[in-house]
């Protein structure tokens, strides 16, 4: 993202992680520490990224060996799970041939014995295993013909008592095959950071907290906690470590969110929309064809207020499907308009744009304003008049799709930029309509994909957010029901009864992938099989998928849009946005391979009429019992915030759509789900800090201030454009 504000400002601001140095012996490359050597080295830098010493030290144990909970072989039962055994190795042996090559060795301490096989890394183990000599093994054990045995345990010899002074928490390091195979298994690597500790002390790592927040909540210093973190002492400390190193990753991350933003607002230059002029007020007065829902009144009036203000608005308008998101679009750009500027609407599909284009020339018709619309499949003669318009600043609102920012167009007077369904969008684009006027335009980005809390709060800490949590009224809710296939004939019959009530109805079958042949194949199975319920003459079929030709997919929705095909069949592209008022029913094929969030937008395509709608989920006869509850938690609600709650409850931040690129997600430590009330804290103390000393100038911000420093000269120049 190019941050507006610019300059070596905004970089101190987006460089750097949680990375542990200021002192110069922790940017000492990896290879001089005692331990490493040039081989390890070159592998520790591939494998795991860690070049320096303050790499190693950011690199985390993932788990703990309690030394003092060795157990015995004799207490192993069936249901144990991983245990910490000590014991003599005794017949190292190796049998089979290539690829059925395996190694065995016993494991005998004082109560019995365990198997103990290898089928990878059989060299090295070998030369490893001495016979006779003590080892402590770590593993979960299974059973074979009713003796316990480890497969492919965690090995270590037994070193001398004292010898390393580590004699509770062993810490135990994400490791990959290729160290392991170099003798770098997850617990030698421990052995590494115990060197790395021998040669630094609290001056190394100095706090950055400041002293008030970090004794108010009763954190332990930032050395402390690195120290505990590698090597605790309990699990009490191990724990206190923890928390303080997760809240510092929060608290940066949202603190770096939290001055962009500041200084957005108190820097960035943006053209002033003083005037509610005679546009707004006519079409408020006289065309809006009903009344504003209060949501839609209070984010005009956020935007009113941004737009006034003198300074750039990037907002983020969130909002269900069928919150009503077009009219505050339309309003947004009348506003603009009325004080001399041009907007541009974005939309992400051709169909998307085409179906603004008509909806607000309709709403428009009676009022001066040009609108035209431009996508890729616009008629060249077309074109040019429209670009001439946009360049002379006859045209009031300009929509269409990314073309809108990848071709050469280029305004008169742009004020206003408005991206529709945002998920589609990469920041990238999006930054790049900023660079289409000297004073960047007003940015507004509306999203129905209803991100949770916590999550924007992260991901999009530096816009502000407006949500639409209100629907038009006299909306009834969507019936949704999780229907098996052994029940399609009941679901086919129904839907013949909504298409005799004069309805329509989708199909919708999984994501075709240009290369995914399966999915095609489903699809095509799925329309011969839509037929034969559904001949013609008496019914017509539309067919939209990723394969077509774009004027192809425009004719068949076009057809369905004018109700001259009763069946629309289709992937995913019509996910997004498209309007057609008169169907009644969405039903979902394979519905347990999409994500809650799509499942949620699919559902929106019905339900936008006055009639009773209904959302049918089809899955085979047989379904886990992770996807049967998904669909029973979707089935259940109606409400887009909810959905998306569970949808990150169940797979996590990195699919969540649009958060992908974001980066902002990349933790090491925290956790944004189960991690909430420490995000929740980070904010509030960031929010607090800077409203209270924005430039982080006093004394108690040294530290602070020396670690922003620090991480900017690293080497995370490239996250920044
Ligand atoms: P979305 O937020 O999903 O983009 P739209 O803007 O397409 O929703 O609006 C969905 C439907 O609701 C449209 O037919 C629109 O005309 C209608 N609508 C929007 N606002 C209101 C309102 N305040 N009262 C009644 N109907 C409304
Ligand atoms: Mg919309």
Not at 527 to 555: C, L, T
């Amino acid at each position: 993202m190019q941050p507006i504000i610019g300059g070596a400002f905004a970089m101190l601001i987006f460089a750097g992680k949680n990375i542990a140095s200021l002192a110069p012996i922790l940017s000492n490359p990896i290879e001089y520490l005692k331990g490493v050597g040039p081989l390890r080295a070159d592998l520790l830098k591939k494998e795991l990224g860690i070049f320096t010493f303050g790499q190693l030290l950011d690199h985390f144990p993932y788990r703990y060996v309690d030394k003092t909970r060795i157990r015995t072989i004799a207490e192993i039962n069936p249901s144990t799970d991983t245990i910490l055994l000590q014991g003599v190795i005794t017949e190292v042996d190796t049998t089979g041939e290539k690829r059925g090559r395996r190694l065995t060795a016993q494991l005998r301490d004082r109560t019995g014995t365990l198997e103990l096989t290898w089928f990878q890394g059989i060299g090295w183990i070998q030369k490893f295993l001495v016979s006779g000599q003590a080892y402590m093994v770590y593993g979960k054990p299974a059973f074979f013909l009713g003796r316990p045995q480890i497969t492919h345990p965690e090995i270590e010899a037994v070193q001398p008592e004292g010898q390393d002074g580590r004699n509770f928490m062993e810490p135990v390091y994400p490791s990959t095959e290729k160290l392991k195979v170099r003798g770098l298994t997850g617990r030698q690597i421990g052995k590494l950071t115990f060197n790395l500790f021998q040669l630094i002390s609290e001056r190394d790592i100095p706090e950055n907290l400041p002293p008030d927040l970090l004794h108010s909540m009763g954190l332990p210093s930032r050395w402390e906690a690195y120290r505990d973190i590698h090597f605790p002492a309990s699990q009490a400390a191990c724990d206190r470590a923890m928390e303080r190193l997760k809240f510092e990753e929060l608290f940066i991350a949202q603190l770096r969110m939290g001055m962009l933003r500041a200084n957005r607002h108190r820097y960035s230059k943006g053209v002033s929309f003083v005037r509610v002029g005679s546009w707004f007020n006519e079409f408020y007065e006289r065309h809006l064809p009903f009344q504003l829902t209060g949501a839609q009144k209070r984010v005009m009036k956020e935007i009113r207020r941004d737009t006034a203000a003198g300074r750039q608005m990037n907002r983020l308008l969130q909002g269900d499907v069928g919150s009503g998101k077009t009219i505050v679009a339309l309003m947004t750009m009348l506003l603009a308009a009325d004080n001399g500027y041009q907007s541009c609407l974005m939309a992400p599909t051709e169909i998307l744009s085409q179906q603004h284009f008509e909806g607000l020339s309709k709403l428009l018709k009676e009022m001066p304003v040009r609108v035209e619309v431009l996508t890729g499949s616009t008629k060249s003669a077309e074109r040019k008049r429209i670009l001439a318009a946009a360049l002379d600043g006859s045209l009031h609102i300009l929509i269409g799709t990314h073309a809108l920012i990848e071709q050469k167009v280029q305004f008169a007077k742009l004020g206003m930029a408005i991206v529709d369904e945002q998920h589609r969008f990469g920041v990238a684009q999006r930054a790049r309509l900023w660079e289409k006027a000297e004073t960047p335009p007003h940015v507004l980005v509306m999203t129905a994909t209803p991100i949770p809390r916590t999550l924007a709060m992260t991901a999009y800490g530096d816009l502000d957010i407006s949500v639409m949590d209100e629907l038009p009224p006299g909306r009834q809710p969507i019936l949704t029901v999780h229907r098996l296939e052994d029940r399609r004939p009941q679901v086919m019959e129904f839907m013949r009864e909504e298409i005799a009530r004069g309805r329509q109805v989708y199909i919708i079958f999984p994501l075709i992938e240009e290369s995914d042949k399966v999915d095609y194949e489903n699809l095509m199975r799925g329309y011969e099989n839509v037929k034969a319920w559904f001949p013609e003459p008496r019914y017509w079929i539309s067919m939209v998928h990723g394969r077509m030709k774009s004027d192809q997919k425009e004719a068949n929705m076009q057809r369905f849009v004018r109700n001259e095909t009763q069946i629309m069949v289709s992937t995913t592209v019509i996910e997004v946005g498209v309007n057609v008022p008169n169907a009644s029913v969405m039903v979902i094929e394979s519905a347990e391979k999409f994500g809650l969030s799509q499942l949620h937008q699919l559902r929106g395509r019905v339900g936008r009429g006055s009639e009773k709608s209904y959302c049918i989920l089809l899955t085979g006869n047989k379904v886990s019992k992770e996807a049967k509850e998904r669909l029973h938690v979707f089935c259940a609600t109606n409400d887009g915030f909810k959905i998306a709650e569970k949808d990150l409850e169940l797979r996590g931040p990195g699919d969540i759509e649009g958060t992908r690129q974001s980066g902002a997600l990349n933790f090491k430590l925290a956790n944004i789900m189960s991690d909430r009330a420490l995000l929740e804290q980070a904010r509030d103390r960031t929010a607090e800090i800077l409203d209270r000393d924005p430039e982080l100038s006093a004394s108690e911000f040294a530290g602070l201030r020396a670690f922003l420093q620090q991480a900017r000269g690293r080497n995370e120049w490239s996250r920044i454009s």
